[in-house]
């Protein structure tokens, strides 16, 4: 008689972050640098089909690197932050803390510190939300509940990205991390981009040699 197989445990899909407004810009950004890049490859004479396909190589890939390469993805094992030159893996017993100041930034219990490129944060939207607080608190000097104010909805009064820090924080703490936690025995991984790094170097050093042949 054979034994029961146990159920496996469901496996759930990463939910990440991105940031909207960067992936808007870079997409627009590499339309106008393709329409210029093939014309001049098309039309031009002399040195500039070569000058136009050395500026594609060197252009295309830092767009891509800074506007749509950026995200970040977690789960309950682990958080990917894929910035524009490197991926940084690192199991949540390792993350001391993310914070938000001028940027998002993520702490390691080894000292480390990584950038969130994906969740830039929003001066402006900080600014909103601190108003929003400030009107709220107004409206209730006696720091009673007010009638105008739902208190479940805390994430209408909070900026984007500090929003998602809070998100991310919780995630850590939930996975073994945070300010509490001891740390992990996994180490972070961290592999850098060179599908992005080597068009990019390949390009800027032929119109260097191109320009310097003049």
């Known amino acids: 008689m054979t034994s029961p197989t146990p159920p496996t445990e469901p496996s759930y899909a990463d939910r990440t972050f991105r940031s909207p407004a960067g992936m808007v810009g870079g997409a627009l950004l590499l339309l106008l640098v393709g329409w210029l ?16 396909l050395a500026g594609l190589l060197t252009a295309v890939p ?14 309950k094992e682990r958080i990917r932050i894929r910035n524009p030159f490197r991926t940084i893996t690192a199991p949540w017993p390792a993350v001391a803390d993310v914070r938000a100041g001028y940027s998002t930034e993520l702490f390691t219990h080894d000292g480390a510190k990584y950038q969130l490129w994906a969740v830039p944060v929003s001066l402006r939207q900080r600014k909103k939300a601190a108003r929003q607080q400030s009107r709220q608190s107004q409206d209730d000097p006696y720091r009673r509940t007010s009638v105008h104010a739902d208190v479940r909805d805390t994430k209408a009064r909070i900026a984007g990205a500090d929003q998602t820090v809070a998100d991310l924080r919780e995630m850590a703490e939930q996975g073994g991390g945070g300010a509490g936690g001891a740390g992990g025995a996994e180490a972070v991984v961290v592999r850098w981009a060179y599908e992005v790094i080597a068009p990019a170097v390949a390009g800027a050093v032929l119109l260097v040699v191109l320009l310097a042949l003049g």
């Open 37 to 52: 890049g093939v014309d001049a490859l098309i039309r031009g004479d002399g040195r500039t089909p070569w000058l136009a």
């Open 62 to 75: 830092l767009i891509v690197a800074f506007t749509l390469r950026p995200v970040v993805s977690v789960n």
